[in-house]
Nanobody, 118 residues
Framework: QVRLVESGGGLVEAGGSLRLSCAAS????????MRWYRQTPGKQRELVAE???????DYADSVKGRFTISTDNAKNTVFLQMNSLKSEDTAVYYC????????????WGQGTQVTVSS
């Protein structure tokens, strides 16, 4: 059973930085995509950033140039470095692990709250 545990959320002033972490445990398929999503009340979950097991990355236009996704493969951990935070970045951030092979399973973390005060 795969488990994802996020950490690093909190309260920060606009213009500040936070670093989110998501540690995956259990069997991790070699070919996978790790993603960060975020969600605010009443809105759909929004894809923020993703990184493939091959190292390719992609970002939502709203965070390009401010957020960086990276991994520590030895520790099965994905990070989201968030700089120049804005009030509109306030949301619950969720980690997602998508197996490209290995049956195509998909897993979610429990979420971590990020609040940016203006």
């Amino acid at each position: 059973q795969v488990r994802l545990v996020e950490s690093g959320g909190g309260l920060v002033e606009a213009g500040g930085s936070l670093r989110l972490s998501c540690a995956a445990s259990g069997y991790i398929c070699r070919r996978n995509v790790m993603r960060w999503y975020r969600q605010t009340p009443g809105k759909q979950r929004e894809l923020v950033a993703e990184i493939t097991s091959g190292g390719s990355t992609d970002y939502a236009d709203s965070v390009k140039g401010r957020f960086t996704i990276s991994t520590d493969n030895a520790k099965n951990t994905v990070f989201l470095q968030m700089n120049s935070l804005k009030s509109e970045d306030t949301a619950v951030y969720y980690c997602n692990l998508d197996f490209v092979t290995c049956g195509g399973a998909n897993f979610w973390g429990q979420g971590t709250q990020v609040t940016v005060s203006s």
